[in-house]
C-alpha cells in the first residue's frame, strides 16, 4: 500500500534519509532547465496547478503504489512528466502481474518514461542474509523486465545504480530484448572509468545519459574539496556533452527548482561553462531524454519522435488515475 512507503525519497540508500538543503540564498542564474528526475508528486502541498513552473519535472514512481499518485501530479501539472515503474529497492516486494499493468498505463499514457527502475546494492532487501539472494534476483528481473517494456514501447528509462555499476552494465550488455532509445543513470555514482565503460558497451553508448544532482552526489558525502567531489568532477568531465542531465532527486516540489539550480552549479564547475549555458545544454539534453531521442547517431535510430507539444497535448487529454484492468490493455508486450 501506498501508506506503507516511509522512505523520504529515493535518495540512494542512506538509512537517516537525505540531509536538508542548504539554507543559503537560491542561485542567481535564472536559465530554464529540465529536473530530469524527482520525486515531487511525494510532497507538492503549496502548488496550485495555475502557477507558473519554474522548470519542466520528469517525476518518477517508486512502487506501483505511488502509480496513481504519479499520474495524479502529472495530470494537474502541465510541467511535469510522468516516470512509471518499480524502484529496486521495491523489487521483492512486486505483486504479481505488475509487468502487464506496468505495460498498460505506459500504453496509456503515451508521454510517460519508465522508471524509477534499476540495481541498489545497498538497498535494505538485501540486508537480510537469509533472503538476499532471491532480493537480488528480483532486482535484475524486475530491471530487466523494464528494461524490455521502454524497449518494446520506445520510452526512455530512468535508473538508480548504487554500488551495483558491474552488473548494471552486464544487464544492459546481456539485454535479450531490444534497449529503452534513451537511459539515464540518475545521480550517477560512479567514476570516471565506469563512465567510459558504460558508454563503449556498443548498443547503448549512444542512447546513454548520466544525471547529477547536489541532493545525492555532493550534499549525501560528496562535498567540495573531499576526495569523492574530485572524483565526481572528473566523472560529469568524463560525459560527453549532449549526454548531461541535471536533477533535483528531491520529493518536495518546493526545492526542486532550487536543487536543480545546484546541479546546473556542479556540472558547470565541473565542465568550466557559465551556469546559463550549463542549463541551456542540460535542458536540451533533458527534452531529448524524455522523448526517448538518443544523444548518438546510430542509437537514436527508431526513437520515439514525436512533436513534443502535441504529445503534451495528448497526454494532458488522456491522463487519468485509474489503472486498466487487464482486459483494457492495447498492446502485447514481449516481457523477457
Ligand atoms: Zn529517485
Ligand atoms: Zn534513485
Request: proline residues 7%; hydrophobic residues 45%.
Amino acid at each position: 500500500m501506498a501508506a506503507a512507503w516511509h522512505e523520504p525519497r529515493c535518495g540512494c540508500c542512506s538509512p537517516r534519509g537525505l540531509p536538508p538543503l542548504p539554507t543559503a540564498p537560491p542561485p542567481s542564474h535564472a536559465a530554464p532547465s529540465v529536473d530530469s528526475h524527482s520525486h515531487i508528486h511525494q510532497h507538492a502541498p503549496q502548488l496550485s496547478p495555475s502557477a507558473p513552473a519554474p522548470l519542466l519535472s520528469a517525476v518518477l514512481a517508486l512502487d506501483e503504489d505511488c502509480w496513481p499518485r504519479v499520474l495524479r501530479y502529472c495530470a494537474s501539472h502541465r510541467s511535469a512528466v510522468p516516470g512509471l515503474g518499480i524502484h529496486p529497492w521495491r523489487a521483492h516486494a512486486a505483486a504479481a502481474g505488475w509487468d502487464a499493468r506496468l505495460a498498460a498505463l505506459l500504453a496509456a499514457h503515451p508521454a510517460a518514461i519508465v522508471g524509477e527502475a534499476g540495481l541498489c546494492r545497498a538497498a535494505r532487501n538485501l540486508r537480510d542474509p537469509a533472503g538476499r539472494a532471491r532480493a537480488w534476483a528480483a532486482q535484475l528481473d524486475v530491471l530487466a523486465r523494464q528494461l524490455a517494456l521502454g524497449g518494446t514501447l520506445r520510452r526512455a528509462a530512468s535508473l538508480h545504480c548504487v554500488k551495483a555499476h558491474g552488473a548494471m552494465a552486464e544487464c544492459l550488455r546481456g539485454a535479450r530484448a531490444e534497449l529503452p532509445p534513451a537511459v539515464a543513470l540518475h545521480s550517477f555514482s560512479g567514476g570516471a572509468a565506469q563512465v567510459r565503460e558504460l558508454l563503449a558497451i556498443g548498443r547503448v553508448g549512444g542512447r546513454l545519459y548520466f544525471g547529477f544532482s547536489h541532493t545525492v552526489n555532493v550534499a549525501m558525502g560528496g562535498g567540495e574539496g573531499s576526495r569523492r567531489h574530485a572524483a565526481l568532477l572528473e566523472a560529469i568531465r568524463a560525459v560527453p556533452a549532449e549526454a548531461l542531465l541535471v536533477e533535483s532527486d528531491v520529493d518536495d516540489s518546493g526545492s526542486a527548482a532550487d536543487a536543480t539550480a545546484r546541479a546546473v552549479e556542479l556540472v558547470a564547475c565541473a565542465r568550466a561553462w557559465t551556469c546559463d549555458e550549463t542549463a541551456r545544454r542540460c535542458a536540451e539534453n533533458g527534452r531529448r531524454f524524455l522523448r526517448g531521442v538518443g544523444w548518438g547517431g546510430g542509437a537514436a535510430e527508431g526513437a520515439r519522435e514525436v512533436d513534443e507539444e502535441a504529445a503534451e497535448r495528448a497526454e494532458m487529454v488522456r491522463l487519468c488515475i485509474s489503472i486498466p484492468s487487464s482486459s483494457e490493455v492495447l498492446v502485447r508486450v514481449s516481457l523477457l
